[in-house]
């Protein structure tokens, strides 16, 4: 069974500073791997996204993400963050074209 | 020109009653959702359509019936609600094209949060 952890249910850090928000998954092929982030009140928006190919990828508002295989994770960073950064992110693995797991999410809080 | 739309965006009920939520998706994709978001935040999907089909259905009470009139449309009704079902349901659809490019990213709705008192 396909399965993803976040280890950090809730992180701050100050603005313009850097992120790094982890995630592990757990799949017996390659999977397929995702992060969203979900404003208060809103819906999930895709953030990026892993297929194949270049291991590191590179998605909106500055974000990137680097699948490393040999240690099953996901994690997502951005140089310097922004007070509008503040948001709950969700990782998620798809092994398949039918369901997609996600993490419980990670709070970020940004202070000024 | 929203892509994937829930309406109502709040609905406020009491226990025992009968109610619907209904979703619509412009993108011309075959596959769609019903997720459940509780109040820590974790996302549980519980149905999932492809061409009218159901397809995935996870272990959720036989009170919620999901219904897909059509490919562009996933309502979800739920029969004698309890107070656990106090969440915030998500509606998403899934691209169609190659793996490499539309195809398993999700598209979400902005919710419907419904409170049952």
């Known amino acids: 069974a396909q399965s993803v952890t976040q280890p950090d249910i809730h992180i701050t850090v100050s603005e313009g500073a850097s992120l790094e928000l982890r995630c592990n998954y757990s799949?017996?092929?390659?999977?397929?791997l995702f992060w969203y982030v979900q404003s208060p009140g809103q819906g999930l928006q895709l953030l990026l996204k892993?297929?194949?190919?270049?291991?590191l990828v590179q998605g909106i508002k500055g974000f990137e993400a680097e699948f490393k295989r040999s240690q099953s994770s996901f994690n997502l960073r951005k140089p310097s963050v922004h007070w509008s950064d503040a948001a709950e992110y969700f990782c998620?693995?798809?092994?398949?074209?039918?369901?997609?797991?996600f993490g419980t999410g990670t709070k970020l809080q940004v202070i000024p | 020109d929203t892509a994937v739309s829930q309406t109502p965006k709040y609905l406020v009920t009491q226990m025992g009653n009968d109610k619907s939520i209904k979703c619509e998706q412009n993108?011309?994709?075959?596959?769609m959702y019903w997720y459940k978001q509780d109040s820590k935040k974790f996302l549980k999907i519980m149905f999932s359509?492809?061409?009218?089909?159901?397809?995935i259905n996870e272990t959720v009470p036989n009170r919620f019936s999901p219904k897909s009139p059509d490919k562009a449309h996933l309502n979800l009704h739920i029969n004698s609600l309890e107070l656990g079902d106090s969440a915030v349901y998500f509606c998403?659809?899934?691209?169609?094209?190659?793996?490499?490019?539309?195809?398993?990213?999700?598209?979400f709705g902005a919710g419907t949060r419904l409170s049952v008192l």
């Open positions: 799949y017996g092929a390659t999977p397929y």
């Open positions: 993108l011309g994709h075959d596959t």
């Open positions: 998620a693995v798809s092994g398949g074209y039918q369901k997609v797991t």
């Open positions: 359509y492809n061409n009218k089909e159901l397809i």
């Open positions: 892993y297929f194949s190919g270049d291991t």
């Open positions: 998403a659809s899934r691209g169609t094209g190659t793996p490499t490019l539309a195809k398993n990213i999700q598209y």
